[in-house]
């Protein structure tokens, strides 16, 4: 076997657990599993690359000093952005790297950011409008597009 072979089988292994822990602490949000990057239409990525430059400009920014507002911010712009409740959000992971799950009216966004992280990337259920939130020095940004 070859060493990048190995490599991979092993990266998965170690993705496997993370992703049922992933799975396992998202407690107020329903799972109906992971899916493929191929699964989801070129233009996310496309606009996701472009959302991460350091000159792209954000739909919308926060100052990062009340994490409560920053949650109610997280869920107010998904929610105009037309998001749902049930979406995919992108987790990190190379070969688990779209969550398919559901979320309640309110308080997801703070769970969500502590089991997957304070950057995210969010796809309507059916794939025609994104998110995304990044968080920067001391403030985070917000992008949407819709399809």
């Known amino acids: 076997m070859a060493s990048s072979e190995l490599r991979l089988k092993l990266q998965r292994r170690r993705e ?3 992703a049922s822990k992933i799975s396992e602490s998202l407690t107020g949000v329903r799972n109906f599993g992971y899916v493929q ?3 989801m239409p070129d233009w996310v990525r496309l606009r996701v690359s472009e ?13 990062d000093e009340i994490e409560e507002q920053v949650n109610l911010w997280i869920e107010k712009f998904a929610h105009d952005a037309d998001m749902g409740r049930r979406f995919y959000c992108r987790t990190g992971l190379l070969f688990f790297p ?3 799950c559901e979320v309640g009216e309110d308080g997801w966004a703070q769970e969500v950011r502590a089991v997957i992280g304070n950057d995210l990337v969010i796809v309507s259920h059916d794939k ?3 998110v995304a939130f990044f968080q920067e020095e001391y403030e985070y940004f917000a992008f949407s597009e819709a399809r």
């Open 16 to 18: 496997e657990e993370q």
């Open 37 to 39: 990057d191929d699964e």
């Open 51 to 63: 959302w991460m430059r350091s000159d792209s400009l954000p739909d919308s920014r926060i100052n």
């Open 98 to 100: 779209w969550l398919d």
């Open 128 to 130: 025609t409008a994104s």
